[in-house]
């Protein structure tokens, strides 16, 4: 079966690229992020959460693989290694036989066992799913949160505006100092919408290398499984005909 490791690498390269053109423009990044920290941090936080998501949907693949090496080398000490997770309805389904190198599987349990694989993993990967839509969502709530603030903070500057006064010097210099507020909700705004664009984008790629990884060992163990009951299914039809 496919080895992991190299999914794991291609994701740390990325997470690895993504951090060096993090430093090289970190001044405006900087400048985006204290716009609205607060908000802004709460977006890092859903990203780091859904990337430390998407590692354990790799790392907890080694247990799986772990499990097969073992129980395919016939060695009893396999009642000792730890059920596994992901495995879990292969493992029940074959009982007292999971301490033999040998095992029967009729197709009907091969596809039950199966489906309930499939539904393990979709399960992992549905949550990594909602994180990406949230940060989407978080983005387009501090956009909307920005505006929302800008045409208020508008609004109360045109109101306050007195043009009865002759002098419009001071009648700009009043406009002049009532739009800053408007323009940090602007700050705001297209801030919440970059890093949450952004955040989703990373964490939508490494979801994507870890459902590649995820699968690849589904297809392993598909084909491994699929070639056995075939096995299996022959000879008793053999045996019948005799």
């Known amino acids: 079966m496919s080895n992991p ?3 794991l690498f291609w994701m740390t390269l ?9 430093a090289l423009i970190h001044k405006p990044l900087i400048s985006a992020f204290m716009a609205n920290w ?11 959460i859904g990337i430390a998501l998407t590692y354990r949907q790799v790392f907890v693949l080694f247990p799986e693989l772990k499990w097969i090496a073992q129980f395919r080398t016939g060695h009893a000490g396999l009642s000792v290694v730890q059920e596994p997770k992901l495995l879990k309805p292969l493992a029940r389904q ?8 040998r095992f029967t599987l009729s197709t009907l349990s091969l596809r039950t066992v199966l489906d309930g694989i499939h539904s393990r993993m979709d399960e992992q990967r549905e949550i990594t799913r909602y994180f990406i839509s949230l940060l989407v969502f978080l983005g387009l709530l501090g956009t909307f949160w920005g505006l929302l603030g800008t045409i208020n903070s508008v609004g109360q500057v045109i109101t306050g505006l007195d043009m009865s006064q002759e002098d419009f010097g001071k ?4 406009l002049q100092e009532g739009l800053l507020t408007p323009l940090e909700g ?19 790629f490494l979801d994507i290398q870890a459902g590649h990884a995820q699968n690849r060992f589904y297809d392993g163990l598909e084909e491994w499984l699929t070639g056995v ?3 299996v299914d ?9």
Request: net charge negative; glycine share 14%; charged share 15%.
């Open 234 to 242: 022959r000879i008793d039809s053999e045996k019948d005909l005799s």
């Open 5 to 7: 490791k190299h999914t």
């Open 171 to 174: 009648v700009f210099a009043e």
């Open 229 to 231: 009951t075939n096995l």
């Open 186 to 204: 602007m700050g705001t705004a297209f801030s919440s919408s970059l890093l949450g664009l952004g955040g989703s984008l990373i964490l939508g």
């Open 38 to 48: 607060v908000f802004n941090l709460l977006i890092l936080g859903v990203l780091i």
């Open 94 to 101: 074959l009982g007292e036989d999971a301490t033999k190198d």
């Open 14 to 22: 990325f997470l690895g690229v993504v951090v060096i053109v993090g």
